[in-house]
T-cell receptor, first 112, second 111 residues
């Protein structure tokens, strides 16, 4: 158990809908990372937060947004969903940037 | 874009044999990390090697780093069926804020 909790584990929705994925980092970790993993794109970095502030942005679509709250949990919002958004979405946390990441078990999103 | 690229893409070995996989990266790094992912599960951190280190061991794992060639290798000795997984190398960006993963090496250990 990595100590990182992600909900929901599975989510099935329709195109055009909006979903929110939630992540609770390990106790004491200030950095939260979001990744998307699909068969054709591999593991893609989306965004990183440190203590509530956005630190780095990767290949995150404009339809996607994220935030980190004062209690350090984070949410990834995906809107106007398309079939191609079907993927595993991982949250990871670390004490400091550049150090080892601890991953949650992921949220598997299926868009029909 | 992916900073690290693993080679080979897939590897099949007999239980008890050693497995070696390589990672090449493009820009200077402060450290390089290796992760394991069992099918459909979250990634698990295996080992971090700093840029001033050449070799590091952790149990049956041995990692080397050659900064002049911008490459790293992961050796799993005396493999077990439980080692069947995908293995990824990961490198931080220059400001350490982004950790990029390669496409991974899928290792299958046959009983």
């Amino acid at each position: 158990d990595s100590g990182v909790t992600q909900t929901p584990k599975h989510l099935i929705t329709a195109t055009g809908q909006r979903v929110t994925l939630r992540c609770s980092p390990r106790s004491g970790d200030l950095s939260v990372y979001w990744y998307q993993q699909s068969l054709d794109q591999g593991l893609q970095f989306l965004i990183q937060y440190y203590n509530g502030e956005e630190r780095a942005k990767g290949n995150i679509l404009e339809r996607f947004s994220a935030q980190q709250f004062p209690d350090l949990h984070s949410e990834l919002n995906l809107s106007s969903l398309e079939l191609g958004d079907s993927a595993l979405y991982f949250c990871a946390s670390s004490v400091f940037s550049g150090r080892e990441l601890f991953f949650g078990e992921g949220s598997r999103l299926t868009v029909l | 874009s992916q900073q690290g690229e693993e080679d080979p893409q897939a590897l099949s070995i007999q239980e008890g044999e050693n497995a070696t996989m390589n990672c090449s990266y493009k820009t200077s790094i402060n450290n390089l990390q290796w992760y394991r992912q069992n099918s459909g599960r979250g990634l698990v951190h295996l080992i971090l090697i700093r840029s001033n280190e050449r070799e590091k061991h952790s149990g049956r794992l041995r990692v080397t780093l050659d900064t002049s060639k911008k490459s790293s290798s992961l050796l799993i000795t005396a493999s077990r069926a439980a080692d069947t997984a995908s293995y990824f190398c990961a490198t931080p960006s220059s400001n350490d804020y982004k950790l990029s993963f390669g496409a991974g090496t899928t290792v299958t250990v046959r009983a």
